[in-house]
């Protein structure tokens, strides 16, 4: 397993890459880029700096933790609800952060504001320079799939092709959707002609991946190509 472990210190209200104490507030960020599971984990220690016999001590407050992936952003929040009685008098904390996907150049970035009620008391930022060789589309070959697992599904406002590939392994479909994740994809028909196909957006039931499309329309024609329609 490859796991490539980053530890930040961020420190409060403080420009990118500085390291020195601002404020009465520190906040430490490890991330963890497991890039051959195709997870991206981060904890993080916000803490406070508090006089204790004329000496400064860190006072964890909160230690929220991120799971996500490379390509995903996520945020979490960590302290009293809105409608809690003490929100307006105690700390709260907010935590984005994002990675490039998999093999593609961006900038990922680790972001903390902690509140205290509504009002900011402290804003933290790392951001990260990746260069990633880029990535070819993932080609997808109608010969590959089997035409009876071809369906058009929509979640919500998305649109999916889903299929399942005849000849690889559960193994060989999650290691493919890792690697592709938000890769765009061209589906080559029985004819070896090839097409843009949307982007690659992960497995289904570990076994089959999903397409993503920007309208029915799109995703019918790729499914009609995908179950050997419409090629000729």
Same mark, same amino acid.
């Not at 409608?83 to 990675?99: L, M």
């Not at 593609?104 to 260069?131: H, M, N, Y």
């Not at 690697?179 to 080559?188: M, T």
């Given at each position: 397993?490859?796991?490539?472990?980053?530890?930040?210190?961020?420190?409060?209200?403080?420009?990118?890459?500085?390291?020195?104490?601002?404020?009465?507030?520190?906040?430490?960020?490890?991330?963890?880029?497991?890039?051959?599971?195709?997870?991206?984990?981060?904890?993080?220690?916000?803490?406070?700096?508090?006089?204790?016999?004329?000496?400064?001590?860190?006072?964890?407050?909160?230690?929220?933790?991120?799971?996500?992936?490379?390509?995903?952003?996520?945020?979490?929040?960590?302290?009293?609800?809105?409608?809690?009685?003490?929100?307006?008098?105690?700390?709260?904390?907010?935590?984005?952060?994002?990675?490039?996907?998999? =093999?593609?150049?961006?900038? @990922?970035?680790? !972001?903390?504001?902690?509140? #205290? %009620?509504?009002?900011?008391?402290?804003?933290?930022?790392?951001?990260?320079?990746?260069?990633?060789?880029?990535?070819?589309?993932?080609?997808?070959?109608?010969?590959?799939?089997?035409?009876?697992?071809?369906?058009?599904v929509d979640e919500k406002t998305l649109t999916y092709v889903l299929l399942e590939f005849a000849g690889k392994t559960r193994e060989e479909v999650k290691k493919l959707a890792l690697d592709n994740y938000g890769?765009?994809?061209?589906?080559?028909?029985?004819?070896?002609?090839?097409?843009?196909?949307?982007?690659?957006?992960?497995?289904?039931?570990?076994?089959?991946?999903?397409?993503?499309? =920007?309208?029915?329309?799109? @995703?019918?024609? !790729?499914?009609?190509?995908? #179950? %050997?329609?419409?090629?000729?």
């Amino acid at each position: 397993m490859q796991r490539k472990r980053i530890s930040l210190l961020i420190v409060t209200a403080c420009l990118v890459g500085s390291a020195a104490v601002a404020g009465n507030y520190s906040t430490e960020a490890t991330i963890f880029l497991q890039k051959d599971e195709g997870e991206l984990n981060v904890d993080v220690r916000v803490s406070q700096l508090v006089d204790q016999n004329n000496k400064l001590v860190e006072q964890l407050l909160f230690a929220p933790r991120i799971k996500t992936a490379p390509g995903v952003p996520a945020s979490i929040y960590a302290g009293p609800a809105h409608t809690d009685s003490e929100y307006a008098s105690k700390e709260n904390v907010t935590v984005d952060v994002s990675w490039p996907y998999p =093999n593609e150049s961006g900038t @990922a970035f680790c !972001a903390v504001i902690i509140k #205290r %009620g509504d009002e900011v008391v402290s804003k933290s930022k790392l951001q990260l320079k990746i260069e990633g060789p880029g990535r070819v589309p993932l080609v997808v070959a109608a010969q590959e799939i089997d035409p009876k697992s071809v369906r058009v599904v929509d979640e919500k406002t998305l649109t999916y092709v889903l299929l399942e590939f005849a000849g690889k392994t559960r193994e060989e479909v999650k290691k493919l959707a890792l690697d592709n994740y938000g890769n765009k994809v061209q589906i080559r028909d029985f004819e070896g002609r090839l097409t843009e196909g949307g982007l690659s957006f992960g497995t289904y039931l570990e076994r089959g991946m999903a397409l993503h499309y =920007n309208s029915r329309k799109e @995703a019918e024609q !790729a499914a009609s190509l995908l #179950r %050997g329609k419409d090629s000729k």
